[in-house]
Protein backbone atom coordinates (compact mmCIF):
# COMPACT_ATOMS: atom_id res chain seq x y z
CA UNK A 1 0.00 0.00 0.00
CA UNK A 2 2.63 2.08 0.52
CA UNK A 3 4.39 2.03 -2.99
CA UNK A 4 0.79 2.59 -4.29
CA UNK A 5 0.52 5.98 -2.11
CA UNK A 6 3.94 7.00 -3.30
CA UNK A 7 3.40 6.30 -6.68
CA UNK A 8 -0.15 8.36 -6.44
CA UNK A 9 1.40 11.19 -4.55
CA UNK A 10 4.46 11.34 -7.65
CA UNK A 11 1.25 11.78 -10.20
CA UNK A 12 -0.44 14.02 -8.42
CA UNK A 13 2.50 16.85 -7.35
CA UNK A 14 3.59 15.88 -10.93
CA UNK A 15 0.07 16.82 -12.86
CA UNK A 16 -0.40 19.54 -10.58
CA UNK A 17 2.72 21.35 -10.66
CA UNK A 18 2.31 21.68 -14.52
CA UNK A 19 1.53 25.20 -16.47
CA UNK A 20 -1.46 22.74 -18.28
CA UNK A 21 -3.17 22.10 -15.06
CA UNK A 22 -3.12 25.56 -14.40
CA UNK A 23 -4.14 26.90 -17.71
CA UNK A 24 -7.32 23.96 -17.36
CA UNK A 25 -8.58 25.80 -14.50
CA UNK A 26 -9.29 28.37 -16.88
CA UNK A 27 -9.68 27.45 -20.40
CA UNK A 28 -11.82 24.18 -19.82
CA UNK A 29 -14.98 26.28 -18.49
CA UNK A 30 -14.56 28.95 -20.85
CA UNK A 31 -14.59 25.79 -23.77
CA UNK A 32 -17.21 24.37 -21.88
CA UNK A 33 -19.82 27.26 -21.07
CA UNK A 34 -17.98 29.76 -23.41
CA UNK A 35 -20.48 29.91 -26.18
CA UNK A 36 -23.80 30.29 -24.03
CA UNK A 37 -22.00 32.93 -22.19
CA UNK A 38 -21.20 34.73 -25.24
CA UNK A 39 -25.38 33.95 -26.39
CA UNK A 40 -25.95 35.44 -23.12
CA UNK A 41 -23.58 38.87 -23.73
CA UNK A 42 -24.88 39.27 -27.09
CA UNK A 43 -28.67 38.30 -26.44
CA UNK A 44 -29.42 42.27 -26.03
CA UNK A 45 -26.73 43.50 -29.31
CA UNK A 46 -28.70 43.07 -32.28
CA UNK A 47 -26.56 44.22 -35.81
CA UNK A 48 -26.44 47.41 -37.02
CA UNK A 49 -26.93 48.68 -40.32
CA UNK A 50 -29.69 48.81 -42.16
CA UNK A 51 -32.00 46.04 -44.05
CA UNK A 52 -33.67 47.06 -46.83
CA UNK A 53 -37.20 45.15 -48.27
CA UNK A 54 -38.91 45.28 -51.13
CA UNK A 55 -42.62 45.07 -50.74
CA UNK A 56 -44.96 43.73 -53.23
CA UNK A 57 -48.02 44.73 -51.97
CA UNK A 58 -51.02 43.41 -54.28
CA UNK A 59 -53.33 44.39 -52.04
CA UNK A 60 -52.72 48.51 -51.98
CA UNK A 61 -53.98 48.56 -48.16
CA UNK A 62 -50.93 47.54 -46.06
CA UNK A 63 -47.88 48.95 -47.50
CA UNK A 64 -48.35 52.40 -45.85
CA UNK A 65 -49.10 51.26 -42.11
CA UNK A 66 -45.79 48.75 -42.34
CA UNK A 67 -43.72 51.66 -43.32
CA UNK A 68 -45.07 53.59 -40.63
CA UNK A 69 -44.26 50.82 -38.22
CA UNK A 70 -41.24 50.29 -40.00
CA UNK A 71 -40.27 54.66 -38.24
CA UNK A 72 -41.75 54.16 -35.50
CA UNK A 73 -39.58 50.81 -34.44
CA UNK A 74 -36.37 52.18 -36.01
CA UNK A 75 -36.96 55.60 -33.92
CA UNK A 76 -37.48 53.18 -30.72
CA UNK A 77 -34.09 51.78 -31.34
CA UNK A 78 -32.02 52.13 -28.09
CA UNK A 79 -28.92 54.33 -28.50
CA UNK A 80 -25.51 52.97 -27.09
CA UNK A 81 -24.19 55.04 -24.65
CA UNK A 82 -20.61 54.90 -25.27
CA UNK A 83 -21.04 55.12 -29.64
CA UNK A 84 -24.44 56.74 -29.90
CA UNK A 85 -25.64 54.33 -32.28
CA UNK A 86 -28.58 52.11 -32.23
CA UNK A 87 -28.39 49.29 -30.96
CA UNK A 88 -29.82 47.04 -33.58
CA UNK A 89 -30.44 47.11 -37.58
CA UNK A 90 -32.87 49.47 -39.21
CA UNK A 91 -35.56 48.55 -41.51
CA UNK A 92 -35.97 50.03 -44.55
CA UNK A 93 -38.98 49.00 -46.54
CA UNK A 94 -39.48 50.33 -50.42
CA UNK A 95 -42.71 49.65 -52.36
CA UNK A 96 -42.39 47.99 -55.61
CA UNK A 97 -45.28 48.04 -58.39
CA UNK A 98 -46.74 44.82 -59.66
CA UNK A 99 -45.38 43.94 -62.63
CA UNK A 100 -48.21 43.77 -65.48
CA UNK A 101 -47.02 41.23 -67.96
CA UNK A 102 -44.57 39.04 -66.64
CA UNK A 103 -44.51 38.08 -62.76
CA UNK A 104 -42.27 35.36 -62.45
CA UNK A 105 -39.64 37.88 -64.26
CA UNK A 106 -40.36 40.63 -61.83
CA UNK A 107 -39.50 38.10 -58.68
CA UNK A 108 -36.20 36.72 -60.65
CA UNK A 109 -35.07 40.26 -60.79
CA UNK A 110 -35.63 41.06 -57.41
CA UNK A 111 -34.37 37.59 -56.71
CA UNK A 112 -30.91 39.10 -58.08
CA UNK A 113 -31.34 42.05 -56.45
CA UNK A 114 -31.35 40.32 -52.93
CA UNK A 115 -28.34 38.50 -54.13
CA UNK A 116 -26.27 41.62 -54.99
CA UNK A 117 -27.29 43.29 -51.67
CA UNK A 118 -29.19 45.77 -53.02
CA UNK A 119 -32.08 44.38 -50.84
CA UNK A 120 -31.68 42.29 -47.82
CA UNK A 121 -35.39 40.80 -48.55
CA UNK A 122 -38.85 41.05 -50.56
CA UNK A 123 -42.02 40.17 -49.63
CA UNK A 124 -45.46 39.29 -51.53
CA UNK A 125 -48.52 40.41 -50.08
CA UNK A 126 -51.72 38.53 -51.31
CA UNK A 127 -54.09 40.84 -52.87
CA UNK A 128 -56.98 39.24 -50.83
CA UNK A 129 -55.51 39.19 -47.91
CA UNK A 130 -58.16 41.24 -46.14
CA UNK A 131 -60.53 38.38 -46.81
CA UNK A 132 -58.30 35.74 -45.05
CA UNK A 133 -57.85 34.17 -47.84
CA UNK A 134 -54.11 32.31 -48.22
CA UNK A 135 -54.54 31.77 -44.14
CA UNK A 136 -53.79 28.36 -44.70
CA UNK A 137 -50.64 27.99 -47.22
CA UNK A 138 -48.75 29.65 -49.43
CA UNK A 139 -49.39 27.77 -52.47
CA UNK A 140 -52.21 30.76 -54.30
CA UNK A 141 -54.53 30.76 -56.70
CA UNK A 142 -54.15 28.72 -59.61
CA UNK A 143 -56.04 31.24 -61.57
CA UNK A 144 -54.98 34.95 -60.06
CA UNK A 145 -50.99 34.60 -58.86
CA UNK A 146 -51.51 37.78 -57.01
CA UNK A 147 -54.03 36.17 -54.55
CA UNK A 148 -54.49 33.31 -52.00
CA UNK A 149 -50.95 33.15 -49.86
CA UNK A 150 -51.23 35.66 -47.86
CA UNK A 151 -47.61 36.50 -47.63
CA UNK A 152 -44.16 35.11 -49.08
CA UNK A 153 -40.94 36.30 -47.28
CA UNK A 154 -37.76 35.79 -50.02
CA UNK A 155 -34.12 35.55 -48.67
CA UNK A 156 -30.98 34.17 -48.97
CA UNK A 157 -30.96 34.34 -45.02
CA UNK A 158 -33.44 32.50 -43.90
CA UNK A 159 -31.26 32.03 -40.24
CA UNK A 160 -31.38 36.10 -39.33
CA UNK A 161 -34.68 36.28 -38.41
CA UNK A 162 -35.44 39.52 -37.05
CA UNK A 163 -36.69 41.13 -40.07
CA UNK A 164 -39.28 38.63 -40.76
CA UNK A 165 -40.24 38.21 -37.32
CA UNK A 166 -41.09 41.91 -37.26
CA UNK A 167 -42.67 41.30 -40.24
CA UNK A 168 -45.01 38.92 -39.17
CA UNK A 169 -45.83 40.68 -35.52
CA UNK A 170 -46.54 43.91 -37.33
CA UNK A 171 -49.10 42.72 -40.70
CA UNK A 172 -50.94 40.23 -38.43
CA UNK A 173 -52.58 42.68 -35.91
CA UNK A 174 -52.72 45.10 -38.91
CA UNK A 175 -54.44 42.77 -41.12
CA UNK A 176 -57.08 41.44 -37.92
CA UNK A 177 -57.87 45.22 -37.18
CA UNK A 178 -58.75 45.88 -40.88
CA UNK A 179 -61.12 43.10 -41.14
CA UNK A 180 -62.71 43.58 -37.95
CA UNK A 181 -63.32 47.44 -38.57
CA UNK A 182 -64.65 46.01 -42.81
CA UNK A 183 -66.89 43.73 -40.86
CA UNK A 184 -68.08 46.45 -38.36
CA UNK A 185 -67.33 44.50 -35.23
CA UNK A 186 -65.39 46.43 -32.71
CA UNK A 187 -61.60 45.32 -31.71
CA UNK A 188 -61.53 46.02 -28.08
CA UNK A 189 -64.61 43.42 -27.46
CA UNK A 190 -63.06 40.51 -30.12
CA UNK A 191 -60.00 41.01 -28.60
CA UNK A 192 -61.15 40.57 -24.79
CA UNK A 193 -63.33 37.91 -26.50
CA UNK A 194 -60.68 35.76 -28.26
CA UNK A 195 -57.97 36.69 -25.66
CA UNK A 196 -55.35 33.95 -24.36
CA UNK A 197 -55.75 32.48 -20.54
CA UNK A 198 -51.90 33.39 -18.80
CA UNK A 199 -50.31 30.37 -17.58
CA UNK A 200 -47.73 30.06 -14.66
CA UNK A 201 -45.09 27.63 -14.80
CA UNK A 202 -44.08 27.21 -10.83
CA UNK A 203 -41.92 24.45 -8.67
CA UNK A 204 -43.43 22.83 -6.72
CA UNK A 205 -44.20 23.87 -2.40
CA UNK A 206 -41.63 22.92 -0.16
CA UNK A 207 -41.32 23.01 3.63
CA UNK A 208 -38.25 24.35 5.87
CA UNK A 209 -36.67 23.27 8.16
CA UNK A 210 -38.27 25.09 10.45
CA UNK A 211 -41.85 23.82 9.76
CA UNK A 212 -43.27 26.73 7.54
CA UNK A 213 -44.39 25.88 3.82
CA UNK A 214 -42.83 27.66 1.02
CA UNK A 215 -44.41 29.07 -1.87
CA UNK A 216 -43.90 27.84 -5.22
CA UNK A 217 -41.35 29.90 -7.22
CA UNK A 218 -41.43 30.45 -11.32
CA UNK A 219 -40.07 27.45 -12.98
CA UNK A 220 -37.09 28.42 -15.05
CA UNK A 221 -36.15 25.94 -18.05
CA UNK A 222 -32.84 27.36 -17.88
CA UNK A 223 -32.18 26.39 -14.42
CA UNK A 224 -33.69 23.17 -15.47
CA UNK A 225 -31.42 22.66 -18.33
CA UNK A 226 -27.92 24.22 -16.39
CA UNK A 227 -27.47 21.61 -13.50
CA UNK A 228 -27.77 18.53 -15.50
CA UNK A 229 -25.70 19.70 -18.72
CA UNK A 230 -23.06 21.51 -15.90
CA UNK A 231 -22.58 18.01 -14.17
CA UNK A 232 -22.59 15.69 -17.74
CA UNK A 233 -20.11 17.76 -18.67
CA UNK A 234 -17.94 18.35 -15.55
CA UNK A 235 -17.99 14.46 -15.82
CA UNK A 236 -17.26 13.75 -19.07
CA UNK A 237 -14.12 16.34 -18.52
CA UNK A 238 -12.98 14.64 -15.25
CA UNK A 239 -13.09 10.78 -16.95
CA UNK A 240 -11.04 12.89 -20.05
CA UNK A 241 -8.74 14.45 -18.06
CA UNK A 242 -7.70 10.97 -16.34
CA UNK A 243 -8.07 8.35 -19.24
CA UNK A 244 -6.12 10.76 -21.47
CA UNK A 245 -2.85 11.77 -18.89
CA UNK A 246 -3.05 7.89 -17.79
CA UNK A 247 -2.84 6.81 -21.55
CA UNK A 248 0.05 9.41 -22.73
CA UNK A 249 1.73 8.96 -19.48
CA UNK A 250 2.08 5.39 -19.82
CA UNK A 251 3.19 5.80 -23.51
CA UNK A 252 5.84 7.97 -22.46
CA UNK A 253 7.38 5.35 -20.02
CA UNK A 254 7.10 2.80 -22.36
CA UNK A 255 8.65 5.11 -25.68
CA UNK A 256 11.64 6.50 -23.06
CA UNK A 257 12.18 3.15 -21.94
CA UNK A 258 11.91 2.86 -18.24
CA UNK A 259 9.31 0.47 -17.79
CA UNK A 260 11.29 -2.24 -16.70
CA UNK A 261 12.93 0.14 -14.13
CA UNK A 262 9.74 1.25 -13.24
CA UNK A 263 8.80 -2.77 -12.46
CA UNK A 264 12.25 -3.30 -10.77
CA UNK A 265 10.96 -1.67 -7.74
CA UNK A 266 7.15 -1.55 -7.83
CA UNK A 267 4.57 -5.07 -8.93
CA UNK A 268 2.27 -3.80 -12.47
CA UNK A 269 -0.71 -3.59 -10.39
CA UNK A 270 0.42 -1.24 -8.12
CA UNK A 271 2.00 0.82 -10.35
CA UNK A 272 -1.35 0.58 -12.33
CA UNK A 273 -3.10 1.64 -9.24
CA UNK A 274 -0.83 4.32 -8.02
CA UNK A 275 -1.31 5.79 -11.14
CA UNK A 276 -5.24 5.44 -11.12
CA UNK A 277 -5.51 7.50 -7.60
CA UNK A 278 -2.91 10.09 -8.56
CA UNK A 279 -4.60 11.21 -11.77
CA UNK A 280 -8.36 10.63 -9.25
CA UNK A 281 -6.28 12.69 -7.21
CA UNK A 282 -5.86 15.51 -9.81
CA UNK A 283 -9.38 15.21 -10.68
CA UNK A 284 -10.77 16.20 -7.78
CA UNK A 285 -8.55 19.03 -6.31
CA UNK A 286 -9.79 20.44 -10.27
CA UNK A 287 -13.80 20.25 -9.73
CA UNK A 288 -13.17 20.87 -6.09
CA UNK A 289 -11.70 24.41 -7.26
CA UNK A 290 -14.85 24.59 -10.21
CA UNK A 291 -17.38 23.74 -7.58
CA UNK A 292 -16.49 26.45 -5.27
CA UNK A 293 -16.24 28.90 -7.12
CA UNK A 294 -19.51 27.85 -8.82
CA UNK A 295 -21.24 27.81 -5.15
CA UNK A 296 -19.65 31.46 -4.94
CA UNK A 297 -21.01 32.44 -8.25
CA UNK A 298 -24.80 30.69 -7.77
CA UNK A 299 -25.02 32.45 -4.17
CA UNK A 300 -24.10 35.78 -5.53
CA UNK A 301 -26.84 35.34 -8.13
CA UNK A 302 -29.56 34.04 -5.65
CA UNK A 303 -29.21 30.86 -7.04
CA UNK A 304 -26.99 28.83 -4.41
CA UNK A 305 -30.12 26.24 -3.46
CA UNK A 306 -29.96 24.87 -7.40
CA UNK A 307 -26.44 23.57 -5.75
CA UNK A 308 -27.18 20.43 -3.35
CA UNK A 309 -24.51 19.02 -0.81
CA UNK A 310 -26.67 15.69 -1.55
CA UNK A 311 -26.13 15.63 -5.18
CA UNK A 312 -22.91 16.89 -4.85
CA UNK A 313 -21.94 14.44 -3.11
CA UNK A 314 -24.02 10.98 -5.80
CA UNK A 315 -21.65 13.47 -8.02
CA UNK A 316 -18.53 12.40 -6.67
CA UNK A 317 -19.43 9.14 -5.34
CA UNK A 318 -20.22 7.90 -9.05
CA UNK A 319 -16.80 9.71 -10.63
CA UNK A 320 -14.05 7.02 -8.61
CA UNK A 321 -16.15 3.99 -9.85
CA UNK A 322 -15.72 5.77 -13.61
CA UNK A 323 -12.66 7.18 -13.39
CA UNK A 324 -10.96 3.50 -12.42
CA UNK A 325 -13.53 1.67 -15.01
CA UNK A 326 -12.14 4.02 -18.02
CA UNK A 327 -9.12 4.81 -16.41
CA UNK A 328 -7.97 1.27 -16.27
CA UNK A 329 -9.02 0.37 -19.39
CA UNK A 330 -7.43 3.25 -21.15
CA UNK A 331 -3.83 2.42 -19.16
CA UNK A 332 -3.90 -1.07 -20.71
CA UNK A 333 -4.29 0.14 -23.96
CA UNK A 334 -1.50 2.22 -23.56
CA UNK A 335 0.81 -0.30 -21.98
CA UNK A 336 0.21 -2.51 -25.37
CA UNK A 337 0.90 0.27 -27.73
CA UNK A 338 4.41 1.75 -28.47
CA UNK A 339 3.10 4.94 -29.98
CA UNK A 340 0.01 7.22 -30.09
CA UNK A 341 -1.05 6.10 -33.44
CA UNK A 342 -0.88 2.38 -32.50
CA UNK A 343 -3.56 3.25 -29.56
CA UNK A 344 -6.62 4.75 -31.92
CA UNK A 345 -8.11 1.35 -32.86
CA UNK A 346 -8.08 0.31 -29.50
CA UNK A 347 -9.39 3.19 -27.91
CA UNK A 348 -12.60 4.12 -29.93
CA UNK A 349 -14.73 0.88 -28.30
CA UNK A 350 -13.84 2.26 -25.46
CA UNK A 351 -14.51 6.07 -25.83
CA UNK A 352 -17.69 5.22 -27.94
CA UNK A 353 -19.27 4.28 -24.54
CA UNK A 354 -17.86 6.46 -22.41
CA UNK A 355 -19.33 9.64 -25.05
CA UNK A 356 -23.06 7.82 -25.37
CA UNK A 357 -24.58 9.86 -22.08
CA UNK A 358 -24.05 13.16 -24.07
CA UNK A 359 -26.00 12.13 -26.55
CA UNK A 360 -28.95 11.17 -24.44
CA UNK A 361 -28.79 14.14 -22.61
CA UNK A 362 -32.31 15.41 -24.11
CA UNK A 363 -33.98 12.42 -23.30
CA UNK A 364 -33.11 12.83 -19.78
CA UNK A 365 -34.33 16.19 -20.01
CA UNK A 366 -37.82 15.49 -21.33
CA UNK A 367 -38.68 12.04 -18.96
CA UNK A 368 -35.72 11.64 -16.65
CA UNK A 369 -37.65 8.54 -15.39
CA UNK A 370 -38.37 7.22 -18.92
CA UNK A 371 -38.05 3.28 -19.43
CA UNK A 372 -35.10 4.23 -22.15
CA UNK A 373 -33.28 6.42 -19.91
CA UNK A 374 -34.41 4.59 -16.68
CA UNK A 375 -32.26 1.29 -18.14
CA UNK A 376 -29.20 2.58 -19.70
CA UNK A 377 -28.52 5.17 -15.88
CA UNK A 378 -28.86 1.48 -14.58
CA UNK A 379 -26.00 0.09 -17.09
CA UNK A 380 -22.60 0.44 -15.19
CA UNK A 381 -20.90 1.89 -17.67
CA UNK A 382 -23.18 5.09 -18.20
CA UNK A 383 -24.42 4.94 -14.68
CA UNK A 384 -21.63 7.65 -13.67
CA UNK A 385 -23.36 10.04 -16.07
CA UNK A 386 -26.78 9.29 -16.57
CA UNK A 387 -27.98 8.67 -12.73
CA UNK A 388 -25.95 12.36 -12.15
CA UNK A 389 -28.19 13.87 -14.62
CA UNK A 390 -31.19 12.18 -13.62
CA UNK A 391 -30.80 13.51 -9.78
CA UNK A 392 -29.62 16.85 -11.14
CA UNK A 393 -33.63 17.05 -12.68
CA UNK A 394 -36.67 18.29 -10.23
CA UNK A 395 -38.26 14.87 -10.89
CA UNK A 396 -37.97 12.56 -8.02
CA UNK A 397 -35.59 9.62 -8.82
CA UNK A 398 -36.82 5.92 -7.13
CA UNK A 399 -34.75 5.45 -4.02
CA UNK A 400 -33.31 2.51 -5.17
CA UNK A 401 -32.37 3.48 -8.54
CA UNK A 402 -28.89 5.00 -7.49
CA UNK A 403 -27.43 2.58 -4.75
CA UNK A 404 -28.39 -0.17 -7.15
CA UNK A 405 -26.56 1.93 -10.03
CA UNK A 406 -23.55 2.73 -7.97
CA UNK A 407 -23.29 -1.03 -6.72
CA UNK A 408 -23.61 -2.13 -10.12
CA UNK A 409 -20.50 0.54 -11.18
CA UNK A 410 -18.41 -0.87 -8.16
CA UNK A 411 -18.72 -4.33 -9.28
CA UNK A 412 -17.58 -3.38 -12.96
CA UNK A 413 -15.18 -1.25 -11.29
CA UNK A 414 -13.49 -4.64 -9.73
CA UNK A 415 -14.17 -6.39 -12.38
CA UNK A 416 -12.17 -3.88 -15.20
CA UNK A 417 -9.28 -3.39 -12.80
CA UNK A 418 -8.69 -6.71 -11.92
CA UNK A 419 -8.98 -7.50 -15.86
CA UNK A 420 -6.70 -4.18 -16.97
CA UNK A 421 -3.97 -5.20 -14.17
CA UNK A 422 -3.57 -8.63 -16.41
CA UNK A 423 -3.10 -6.65 -19.70
CA UNK A 424 -1.20 -3.77 -18.16
CA UNK A 425 1.38 -7.00 -16.30
CA UNK A 426 2.02 -8.29 -20.06
CA UNK A 427 1.47 -5.31 -22.43
CA UNK A 428 4.06 -3.04 -20.35
CA UNK A 429 7.34 -4.89 -21.05
CA UNK A 430 5.97 -5.75 -24.67
CA UNK A 431 7.25 -4.22 -27.34
CA UNK A 432 6.85 -4.51 -31.66
CA UNK A 433 3.81 -5.24 -32.89
CA UNK A 434 0.74 -4.19 -31.04
CA UNK A 435 -2.24 -6.91 -30.18
CA UNK A 436 -5.65 -6.88 -31.54
CA UNK A 437 -8.93 -6.44 -28.98
CA UNK A 438 -9.02 -10.45 -29.02
CA UNK A 439 -5.63 -10.84 -27.95
CA UNK A 440 -6.12 -8.46 -24.96
CA UNK A 441 -9.40 -10.21 -24.60
CA UNK A 442 -7.08 -13.49 -24.11
CA UNK A 443 -4.50 -12.07 -21.65
CA UNK A 444 -7.41 -10.36 -19.24
CA UNK A 445 -9.12 -14.13 -18.99
CA UNK A 446 -6.14 -15.95 -19.16
CA UNK A 447 -3.37 -14.09 -17.27
Given at each position: MRKIWTVA????????????FLIAIFVVPV????GMGVMILMKNKGETGTKRLAVLDYSGALFETLQAKAIERNEGLPIDPETGEKQGATFELSL??????????????????VRAGTYFAFAEISADILDGNGDEGGDGDEDDPTCGFGVRYYTNQQTREDLPRWLYWTINPTVKEMRLKAAGLDKEIVDKAISQ?????LDLLTRSKTGEIQQAKQSSELNMIMMPFGLMMFMFMGLMITTQSLLNGVLEEKMQRIAEVLLGSIPPFQLMMGKLIGLMLVVFTLLGIYFTVGYFIANHMGHADLIEPRLIAWFFAFLIPGIFMFGALFLAVGSCCNDIKETQSLVMPIMFPMMLPMFLMMPVIMSPNGTLVTIVSLVPIWAPMMM???L???VVVPWWQPPLAMAGCLLTMVLAVWAAGR???????MQG??????ELVRWAVRG
Open positions: MREYRTNVKTKSLMFGIAPATDDKDEQLLKLSDDVSRYDVMRAMPIFRIGFLKPPKIG
